[in-house]
Structures are given as C-alpha cells and as structure tokens.
C-alpha cells in the first residue's frame, strides 16, 4: 500500500522560510519523478516543483528563485524548501509520485502578517 505523509507546513510571516517534507512508503522511491503541488481556495491544483530519478529538477516561474526540490533516496523523502514566501504561496502543498494517481493527504502553508 502506497503512502505519503506530508509535514512542514504551518503559519508564517511574508518573507520567512518552511521546508515541506513528504515521506513514502509502499513504493520503489528512488525509481520514480517526485513532484509538490498545491491548490488553493476556488483554484485549479498546480505544479510548483518537480525532480526526476535523477535529481533534475522543474520549478512554476512563480517560484523560481525561491523554492528548492530536493531528494533523499535513503529516507525515501522529498523535500520543498520555502523561502521568501509570499501571501499568494498560501495554499494547501500535496506531493505527488509523477505519473501516478498517489497523493499524500496535503499539508497547510498559510502566509500572513
């Protein structure tokens, strides 16, 4: 049974930081492109990141510069590291195995003075 549990989000201010995890299980990880989404209210679900087997990587133009994808095949997690958040990054973040129709559960970024 595939799993991903997401973790990371939370509150913060414009301007700071949270590194987003998401650990899987159920799965050959290091074989698959990993990707982190996010939908907010009355809004389509978007890509904002994505790494390949590999390690290479894909960003939205909205956040790139900003955001970093990363993998750590022993641990069988990916990670979404935030900064310079903005209150348009407030969204619920989900991630995804590419190509697959498994999503973890989402985890809340809210970005607010």
């Known amino acids: 049974q595939v799993q991903l549990v997401e973790s990371g989000g939370g509150l913060v201010q414009p301007g700071g930081s949270l590194r987003l995890s998401c650990a899987a299980s159920?799965?050959?990880?290091?074989?698959?492109?990993m990707g982190w989404y996010r939908q907010s209210p009355g809004k389509q679900r978007e890509l904002v990141a994505s790494?390949?087997?590999?390690?290479?990587?894909n960003y939205a133009d909205s956040v790139k510069g900003r955001f970093t994808i990363s993998r750590d095949n022993a641990k069988n997690t990916v990670y979404l590291q935030m900064n310079s958040l903005e209150p348009k990054d407030t969204a619920v973040y989900y991630c995804?195995?590419?190509?697959?129709?498994?999503w973890g559960q989402g985890t809340q970024v809210t970005v607010s003075s």
């Open positions: 790494i390949t087997n590999g390690g290479s990587t």
């Open positions: 159920g799965i050959k990880f290091s074989i698959y492109a």
């Open positions: 995804n195995v590419q190509l697959t129709n498994f």
